[in-house]
């Protein structure tokens, strides 16, 4: 009887922890809470419901990339109870507040044909910001002022930033209010007070393109193509920088997974900036990408999502205010939840690796015969974007003193095997750039936005950062506080580091690493 009675408890706890794995690292209860919420139901061209005499709905996007399995996953179901101020509510789902703009026919119980369609935002008090979506959104880019956005580097050499920025029409964007419905504004300058405030932005871009929404009778809503799958609306100021890139990034991934979108949605830039190599990551994270004034006519979204500004992250805004959080292991949070520490910054620089194909297992580390490598980041002159002149400021200005004279320290180290790595980022592939990241056991570099990377370094990653007097700036302990990663600086009297300060700290680093 007792040998019974272990086996049924063998099993049950064997089924148990089978279902933990699968709950704590994959999407099945996004699925089911992009189901359930009103309004997210997608159409299709066979979908009995389509009324008849509406324009026929076409998918013009290649199918969603699925989400990976991510080792510091953790659910981003909604959670009223999230702690103001708490690193939940700063990093993961602190966008608690669900204000109900427009319902969809099925929550009004109106019984009206074809649906209509619906938008609501979410609000963070955290954040002071709103992730944003509706359903039959009809976007027309000729009433969105701006460059048609997407073109080569040295064929818009010179252009104006003014003329990349969007400038919104009235009824540049337009929801379907369903029959009998005149046209009114979506929102007044109350609710944009209130929920996507102006700020320190000059030109909030957002603010405006939710300015020009309107909402319109059935018969005005016609549409020249669909786009059937979730898509993310973003706009973009610094494009061409690193870390701002990186925010935007981080904003587009927290507007996904806040609204619960089942697989990779598809973007569209509501901007006129030019092709840039940080788009590479932006067509790996994502399942597509165009611009918005490459369509040519109307383009109806069945669900859009409007992205924060990156500007509106903790990344950015803990440059100029206290976020007192630490990194810390998904799986310990899991088991006791803290308000003070967040796995969220690991989550995405997982989310990168993945998107470029790399493993991201817990497990996964160099092999011992392959030593240790030890990534230097450099900067190097590039023309970033139109009003660049190709020059990079110097922040290191003896760099390649110090590179050479690390490269032979490594030559000679005899504890261990030393690979130092010249991670001149500016010719490579971004993803050259998240396997070199990935790869490195130190990460050393000047102050620049290059070190932004190390969201994508692994656990135990080591950083080294050279601060010239002239840029002392938190981002990067900052990065490596929430990620939980072993920081060090040499704080600089000017920009000229000291060979020997830089070998001294290495040695004393590659020491603590066994060697």
Partial sequence: MNRKKLKILLSLFAFNSIYLYFFSSSDHHLF???KLLPGNHKA????????PGKHP??????????????????????????????????????????????????ERKSGISGGGGWFRC??????QSSVCEGGRVRMT?????????????????????EEELPEFEAGAFEVDAGERFGQRKLVDEEFLNRFVPQGAISRHTMRGLLDSIRLVGSSEFKCDQWIEEPTLLVTRFEYANLFHTFTDWYSAYVASRVTGLPNRPHLVFIDGHCRAPLEETWKALFSSLKYAKNFSGSVCFRHAVLVPLGYETALFKGLSENINCHGAFAHDLWQNPDDLKTARLSEFGEMIRAAFGFPVGRHHVLKPA??????????EDYVAHPRHGGKVESRLSNEQEVFDSLKNWASNYLECKINLVNGLFAHMSMKEQVRAIQDASVIIGAHGAGLTHIISARPKTVILEIISSLYRRPHFALISQWKGLEYHAINLDGSYADPR??????????????C
């Fill in 44 to 51: 299709s061209p066979e979908n009995p419901k389509t009324p």
């Fill in 141 to 161: 880019p000729e009433r969105i002022q701006m460059s048609i956005g997407g073109e080569r580097l040295e064929n818009v050499i010179g252009r104006k930033e």
């Fill in 122 to 127: 979410w609000h963070s008090g955290t954040l």
């Fill in 32 to 34: 089911i809470h992009h």
């Fill in 370 to 379: 392959s030593g240790h490598n030890i990534l230097f980041v450099r900067r």
């Fill in 501 to 514: 300060v830089v070998i001294d700290q290495l040695n004393s680093i590659v020491k603590s690493l066994g």
């Fill in 57 to 106: 709905h076409f998918p013009i996007t290649p199918r969603a990339k699925p989400w990976p399995i991510l080792p510091s996953y953790l659910p981003w179901s909604l959670n009223p109870t999230v702690a103001l101020r708490s690193c939940e509510g700063y990093f993961g789902n602190g966008f608690t507040r669900r204000i109900d703009l427009r319902r969809s026919s099925v």
